[in-house]
């Protein structure tokens, strides 16, 4: 059949995803660590937030196939899928739920995360505006959802494999390159998003993590220098 080549994931959808794999497992990783490796895990927690944030603007106001409503499941197009009739490119019905199931659980983890405490030198962020009994709910809530988001992580990737393997379909390259090869008629390259858009994402996503860093706290003030003492003469 014929065959046409579409401009399917523009450049910020791309950076954000593989600048999301990386901070992901460095996030994992200096979680498991602990000790001295945890400001570093709330340090990457921040930049995943300002990613997250990114991407939730980008998916409103971004090119064509970044947007949600491109690709958000309905039970439409999830039976047309399983039928073997849905025509769309980008993410499939079923991968549409692995990505807001993804970018879910990362809120979570990392909202959680604000509040969190590890009981002995580290309190998230915004840890001091709740209870010290909140803050271990919520740690526990922390440490228990990073289950979730490796199960899902794992499922992902199967079904990478899955593609390559039985249907003869990569889904990496796209995600590298930006172009993927598709039918005549099967879909049309992105448009939108552009420069104004990309600043106005990049801006709230930078707002939300000066937020959740808690830099706008009042600091503690200090004690109040006691007054000098006077002779009684």
């Known amino acids: 059949m014929d065959a046409k080549r579409i401009a399917l994931w523009d450049l910020p959808t791309r950076i954000f995803h593989w600048a999301l794999v990386v901070l992901v497992v460095a996030a994992y990783t200096t979680g ?9 895990h709330a340090r ?12 939730l603007v980008w998916g ?20 047309a899928y399983l039928r073997g009739q849905w025509r769309g490119v980008g993410h499939n019905p079923l991968g549409a739920f692995s990505v807001f199931g993804m970018l879910a659980l990362i809120m979570v983890q990392f ?12 309190d998230g962020p915004l840890a001091k505006l709740i209870s ?16 979730l988001l490796i199960a899902l992580v794992v499922l ?7 593609y390559v393997r039985f249907k003869k379909e990569t889904l990496i390259k796209p995600m590298i390159t930006g172009w993927k090869d ?21 801006v709230i996503a930078l707002a939300a993590v000066y937020g959740a860093s808690g830099a706008w ?14 002779t009684p003469w």
């Open 32 to 40: 498991q660590i602990g000790g001295a490796a945890i400001d570093w």
């Open 44 to 55: 990457i927690g921040l930049t995943i937030l300002g990613l997250v944030v990114f991407r």
């Open 60 to 79: 409103l106001i971004g090119s064509t196939h970044a947007r949600f409503t491109s690709f958000f499941p309905t039970p439409a197009t999830v039976s």
């Open 111 to 122: 909202c959680t995360g604000l509040f969190a405490n590890d009981d002995i030198a580290f």
């Open 132 to 147: 010290k009994e909140f803050s271990d709910r919520l740690t526990g809530i922390h440490m228990f959802s990073i289950n």
């Open 156 to 162: 992902h990737l199967a079904a990478i494999v899955y």
């Open 182 to 202: 598709v039918e005549a008629g099967q879909g049309e390259s992105a448009k939108g998003g552009g420069a104004i858009a990309f600043v106005v994402a990049l």
């Open 217 to 230: 706290l009042a600091s503690p003030s200090s004690a109040p220098a006691s007054a000098p003492k006077t």
